[in-house]
């Protein structure tokens, strides 16, 4: 479980996020939706412990995150950035045996080799074990990437839910592996003992493959809930300044068009 307790973030004297409550349960896919500058980034930062709340605080499992150790929270916690940038030229294994850095001493064990082997094969990359990362296309490298911090968080922690943060993971890749890789996320959350919380701008997407949405708005929660209750027109129209018309995709969720 990952609780966010009155969080807020500022810059200054401006605040990017204000007065955020929500609760993250293990076992579903939250997905975190807005406008550009609505704080979403910012707010998947602070729930993983990237950066410091200026008010309120973040509990994993009850306890205060703040009080974790680095190593620790390595552990049990990966975070998926937008930008990830390799300067040396490691092969592609390599990349994926650093999410499982945390978890070792100055060489890998068995365990972590086959950790490797498992992740790079359900990101369908174990082809490319041996190129050099540099080499990538931008979506061969996020495909890596999603590999890499799987490995970080592939098997269960004792005590602990593992918690899993994506912060807009679709960047680069085309319309199946996005569909491809949302599907994996899914049949990873329902391991049970994960917590997943992603940032996606794509609302149809995030309509059909999230258990809950938590839209914000300049900062602050709009609204929580399934895709039905928060992606309704008058949410969409405050968040995004556009009217939706909503109908009811062949699954039966939500899906929105837009003139």
């Known amino acids: 479980m990952v609780e966010a307790q009155n969080i807020g973030f500022k810059v200054g004297e401006r605040y990017l996020v204000s007065n955020v409550n929500a609760t993250f349960a293990p076992g579903q896919l939250h997905l975190i939706i807005g406008a550009n500058g609505a704080g979403k980034s910012t707010l998947v930062k602070v729930l993983s412990r990237l950066l410091t709340p200026s008010d309120g605080r973040v509990l994993y499992d009850d306890?205060?995150?703040?009080?974790?150790?680095?190593?620790?929270?390595?552990?049990?916690?990966?975070?998926?950035?937008?930008?990830?940038?390799?300067?040396?030229?490691?092969?592609?294994?390599?990349?994926?045996?650093?999410?499982?850095?945390p978890h070792f001493g100055t060489r890998p064990t068995v365990h972590d080799l086959e950790i490797v082997d498992e992740v790079m094969a359900f990101f369908e990359v174990t082809d490319m074990g041996e190129r050099s990362y540099p080499t990538l296309s931008g979506g061969e490298k996020q495909r890596v990437n999603f590999a890499r911090v799987l490995a970080q968080v592939w098997r269960p922690v004792d005590g602990h839910h593992r918690v899993l943060f994506l912060d807009e993971p679709l960047t680069f890749l085309d319309i199946r592996h996005q569909?491809?890789?949302?599907?994996?996320?899914?049949?990873?959350?329902?391991?049970?003992?994960?917590?997943?919380?992603?940032?996606?701008?794509?609302?149809?997407?995030?309509?059909?493959?999230?258990?809950?949405?938590?839209?914000?708005?300049?900062?602050?929660?709009?609204?929580?809930?399934?895709?039905?209750?928060?992606?309704?027109?008058?949410?969409?129209?405050?968040?995004?300044?556009?009217?939706?018309?909503?109908?009811?995709?062949?699954?039966?969720?939500?899906?929105?068009?837009f003139d």
């Open 179 to 257: 569909i491809d890789f949302m599907k994996k996320v899914r049949e990873t959350v329902r391991a049970g003992d994960m917590v997943v919380i992603g940032v996606v701008h794509d609302l149809n997407l995030a309509a059909r493959f999230a258990d809950r949405l938590l839209l914000l708005n300049q900062g602050r929660v709009l609204a929580e809930g399934t895709s039905a209750d928060v992606l309704t027109p008058p949410n969409i129209r405050a968040a995004f300044g556009i009217e939706p018309i909503v109908t009811t995709a062949p699954n039966g969720g939500t899906h929105l068009i």
């Open 63 to 101: 306890k205060d995150v703040a009080r974790a150790t680095e190593r620790d929270l390595a552990r049990r916690r990966a975070v998926l950035s937008q930008a990830i940038e390799v300067a040396f030229p490691l092969s592609v294994r390599e990349v994926v045996m650093m999410g499982r850095y």
